[in-house]
């Protein structure tokens, strides 16, 4: 019984050894996919960096991702994360557990709340709450409404701004607000024309003239 148990953990030990070897080793990897199914690329990256992943069941499909090279580990998940977004499937983090699921399901689950801005890379869905000092939010989010991507959104609250979105699209969001919350902006209320602007080079005021006032004629050599 005891040689039993200690040849279980010899090989239990070996396993543990060969599989840590395997995993220092893998450092980068080739990620080129032609029209791949979705489930097969997760796949790849899950048994390459030993991360669990959660698929729903509505993550199906195929994608295209050429990257010639081998590239790293860090790469290969933007790349995912790239891949997924333009499938409108967002790859959220829930404990050490990674989970696919449709960009819309995930908006009300899973995003992590930021305050400040995160890396661009890699994509992924997330909510930002911005805080204005000098312009009102209930009048950036009616007159740029536009901002949000499809799978976005944008709710004013106070002097804050709760948005959700890609995380590419939260960076360019966010260098809009920066110019508009300004001191001195100034929002004309609705169809209200704003005043004309002065022209830069004004033509001259005209001469007035009188009634007895005759346009000058301007002689020349041998005019008669």
Do not use: C
């Not at 024309?193 to 080079?201: E, K, R």
């Amino acid at each position: 019984m005891l040689l039993k148990l200690l040849l279980s953990l010899v090989v239990f030990t070996t396993f543990l050894f060969t599989h840590s070897a395997v995993a220092e080793r893998v450092k980068t990897l080739k990620f080129n996919f032609l029209n791949a199914e979705i489930a097969n690329v997760i796949s790849t990256y899950a048994k390459a960096s030993g991360r669990k992943f959660v698929l729903d069941s509505s993550v199906r499909g195929k994608t295209t991702i050429l990257s010639p090279g081998e590239v790293s580990l860090e790469e290969a998940f933007s790349l995912l994360s790239i891949a997924m977004a333009i499938n409108q499937f967002a790859i959220s983090e829930q404990g050490d557990t990674l989970v696919v699921m449709s960009s819309r399901n995930a908006q009300r689950s899973l995003l992590p709340v930021l305050t400040e801005l995160p890396p661009l890379k890699p994509e992924r869905l997330l909510t930002m709450v911005f805080t204005f000092k000098h312009v009102p939010a209930d009048e950036i989010n009616r007159r740029l409404r536009i901002l949000p991507s499809k799978d976005g959104e944008m709710t004013p609250f106070g002097n804050k701004m709760i948005v959700t979105d890609w995380n590419t699209n939260i960076h360019r969001i966010a260098k809009v607000m920066v110019e508009l919350d300004q001191p001195g902006v100034v929002f004309s209320s609705p169809g209200e024309a704003l005043p004309p602007q002065p022209l830069l080079n004004p033509p001259p005021p005209a001469q007035p003239q009188t009634p007895h006032s005759r346009p000058s004629a301007t002689s020349t050599p041998g005019s008669r």
